[in-house]
């Protein structure tokens, strides 16, 4: 018995090697067939003087649209069929990055937190702004105002996790500002006092917002997340420009507590301002097939590759684990500071865990209606994906073949 012990492990790690190499092979031989039918050229159909045509290429390309229709369609049906309630036991961290957002957007945001279906006694509500100037009050100042009858509490940090300078901490302490009930004053010398602050007052309001230092999305998801630590089991994310469906916090929670191995989930994201200009209408189109077809049938293999930043939920405990090494992700030797969504999905998915989509959560978020405002987003996105694809490679052998299929026909 001692001996069926000692191979467990052997014979699990000789799996996962079989595994990874079986899948190098698949990969290989779809992106083999991919190349060979778009060199080869080969045409089934084409006009009179070849103006348009219809090649083998394109064939693949339809039947790959139709089996992920196939697949979403059973998707669809599984999350309408689902009659288990929501618990409403699990805690909930909410948290908001926002930068220099439109105040009516952000007041849409706020109140459709403020009228989430989800008992207020479970849902932790967080946001951090991403910059500390007085250009910046607004975003607190509306933030007091909507949660007024919360006894929220707000401070402005005059730094953030990693721009403390221990040089100056007789300074910070002399600037430190405080709007609300204070926190434990005490403070070890080399730490900035502020950061005490800030983490007493998370943990122990349930409505907080925190203006910090700029430093990026990710610099102010990381506050939200480090200082909630391990208070909460389930963290939301949502953007500052996000109106929530009043059940959109009940649906991604049924989908979690179905199923111990489902690591995160994501929602419907829809367009807000889709009749603002033709890029914007176009948007919601691209919107719709991206959610309802695409991640709705990786949601069927349980291998989503996005958890989209305006709505998703994560498990925290397993969030907390990788939550450093997300932060600290570098390419080519340079620190990230985008594509933050996509990369804390990619975690998950390292650990081996499923993540789900549910298109019974809704929510509707603003898109540039500006072409050069428009270009300058797919500009990110398009550098993020192809640099999360990488990533992404490495634990296609930990899921279904189809995560490994897919990336390989989008990629």
């Not at 394109?58 to 999350?79: C, D, K, N, P, Y």
């Not at 975003?139 to 949660?147: A, H, I, L, N």
């Not at 600037?175 to 122990?204: C, F, N």
Request: neutral net charge; contains cysteine; aromatic residues 14%.
């Amino acid at each position: 018995q001692r001996n069926t012990m000692e191979l467990k492990p052997l014979l699990k790690k000789l799996g996962s090697i079989i595994r990874a190499i079986l899948t190098f092979l698949f990969a290989l031989l779809v992106l083999g067939v991919m190349v060979w039918a778009y060199v080869e050229g080969f045409q089934l159909a084409t006009s009179m003087y070849g103006i348009i045509s219809f090649g083998f290429y394109g064939l693949l390309l339809s039947l790959h649209v139709l089996v992920q229709s196939f697949f979403a369609f059973i998707e669809h049906r599984r999350m309408r069929a689902r009659t288990d309630p929501c618990t409403f036991t699990k805690t909930i961290g909410f948290t908001i990055s926002a930068y220099q957002e439109d105040p009516v957007y952000l007041r849409e945001c706020l109140n459709s937190i403020r009228a989430l279906n989800y008992p207020p006694e479970l849902l932790r509500i967080i946001m951090v702004t991403d910059g500390n100037a007085y250009e910046d009050r607004y975003m607190m100042d509306m933030f007091k105002e909507v949660f007024a009858d919360q006894d929220p509490g707000c401070y402005v940090w005059r730094n953030n996790y990693h721009t403390w300078d221990p040089t100056h901490a007789q300074q910070d302490v002399e600037m430190a500002t405080v709007m609300g009930p204070g926190g434990d004053a005490d403070y070890i010398i080399g730490e900035d006092p502020q950061r005490k602050e800030v983490e007493h007052l998370i943990q122990s309001k349930r409505c907080v917002c925190i203006m910090q230092k700029w430093g990026g999305k990710r610099e102010v998801m990381y506050t939200a997340f480090k200082a909630l630590g391990s208070s909460v089991d389930y963290i939301q994310v949502c953007d500052s420009d996000t109106k929530l469906d009043p059940l959109a916090t009940v649906e991604l929670c049924k989908v979690l507590e179905s199923n111990p191995k489902y690591g995160a989930v994501g929602g419907d994201v829809m367009i807000l301002n889709q009749k603002d200009s033709y890029i914007s209408f176009m948007s919601s189109l691209r919107y719709w097939m991206a959610f309802n077809i695409e991640r709705s049938c990786q949601s069927f293999f349980n291998c989503v590759s996005c958890i989209s930043g305006p709505l998703g939920l994560y498990r925290n405990d397993l969030l907390q684990q990788f939550l450093e090494s997300w932060y600290n992700q570098k390419f080519l030797g340079s620190h990230c500071t985008f594509g933050d969504d996509r990369h804390l999905t990619n975690r998950m998915l390292s650990m081996g865990y499923a993540t789900k989509y549910t298109a019974r959560s809704k929510c509707y978020t603003e898109t540039p209606a500006q072409f050069l405002r428009w270009l300058s987003q797919q500009t990110r996105w398009t550098k993020s994906y192809f640099r999360e694809w990488l990533y992404n490679a490495m634990w296609w052998h930990k899921h279904h073949l189809w995560m490994t299929y897919e990336s390989i026909v989008s990629g």
